[in-house]
């Protein structure tokens, strides 16, 4: 007679355990690359319907009205939600529009976490809880560039993402000048891909877009780096002291890269979001002075939102982007 052999019953039940641990180890891993590639390809289309939506606008500043008392108590303030029905609906498909103190109608998450994955804040209502070192809150505009501390308003697209709006009407048109990049912001939208399902964390279904200018705007929407290039501080020199911030980023990773001036300015705006709020440092940007001095670079100042053309030999923080 002919003998069969096969597995034994515990057999079996070891090398199903076996492949049960070793799925529960590898599918979250899994799981979150497929969500970050997704959120990836989602984000970048994002950018590019809102880059051709802000390219069909003359203009950025000037819609709706903020007024206050003379205690500086806004009086009337209709500003982002304005900027949405009368300026970008006519250019980009809107599902719906949710006004001041209505952001969670628009799905906007009452809290996100920044993104560092350290600390979890709640989401910005005002120009002040989004930077409080953009506003002034008694007039629209003062002479160090701060901003009237308008409200944000929301939408939602047809693709499922939820934007909130923090809008500035009297923002400048000026390009090329040093001073400060506050009243050089028109709109800062700050998006969640998926609304409130969640992880509702920045560098992944949350992010930030920043229109500059009022005139031929500047649409950027840098995806900052978790962390500072080092404690060591970069010149454009090789000073042996230092590195090279032209380099720094590269050093770090083929796919990181020098921010431009304005998506420099775009991570000043949104520091709280990624976790430098309270950060008082001078960063270098990858835009050189092309005209009237070529030793000098583009630089940010984070503590009080200065924009300068610097000498390359100062020694400025390097925070990188993701190509």
Not at 72 to 93: P, W
Not at 229 to 236: E, F, G, Q
Request: glycine share 8%; proline share 4%; hydrophobic share 40%.
């Amino acid at each position: 007679m002919k003998k069969f052999r096969g597995f034994t019953l515990a057999e079996v039940l070891i090398t199903l355990a076996i492949i049960g641990i070793v799925a529960a180890i590898t599918l979250p891993s899994l799981l979150v690359n497929v969500n970050e590639k997704a959120w990836d390809a989602q984000r970048k289309a994002l950018h590019a319907r809102m880059a051709q939506a802000i390219g069909q606008m003359n203009t950025l500043g000037g819609y709706g009205t903020f007024e206050t008392d003379e205690e500086g108590t806004a009086t009337e303030d209709t500003a982002a939600e304005s900027f949405i029905l009368d300026a970008l609906s006519k250019v980009y498909k809107i599902n719906n529009v949710c006004g001041p103190d209505k952001l969670s109608s628009c799905g906007i998450p009452s809290k996100i976490t920044t993104l560092d994955a350290v600390s979890e804040i709640n989401f910005p209502t005002k120009m002040s809880e989004l930077n409080n070192k953009l506003v002034n809150s008694l007039h629209a505009e003062d002479e160090n560039g701060n901003i009237a501390d308008t409200k944000a308003a929301a939408f939602e697209t047809a693709n499922g993402e939820s934007i909130a709006v923090f809008y500035n009407p009297l923002c400048s048109s000026d390009s090329s000048t040093n001073n400060y990049v506050k009243n050089k912001m028109c709109v800062n939208f700050i998006y969640d891909l998926n609304g409130n399902e969640g992880p509702n964390q920045v560098g992944k279904d949350v992010g930030f877009i920043t229109a500059m200018y009022n005139k031929n705007p500047v649409l950027v929407a840098p995806i900052p780096y978790g962390f500072d290039y080092s404690s060591k501080v970069a010149s454009y020199t090789d000073d042996s002291s230092t590195v090279n911030a032209a380099a720094a980023c590269k050093n770090m990773a083929e796919n990181l890269r020098l921010p431009d001036k304005d998506e420099l300015a775009s991570l000043f705006i949104n520091s709280p979001l990624i976790n430098l709020g309270n950060s008082t440092v001078n960063y270098w940007s990858g835009s050189i002075v092309s005209t009237g001095n070529t030793g000098k670079a583009w630089g940010q100042d984070f503590g009080n939102g200065g924009r300068g053309a610097a000498p390359r030999t100062n020694i400025y923080s390097v925070r990188c982007v993701l190509k």
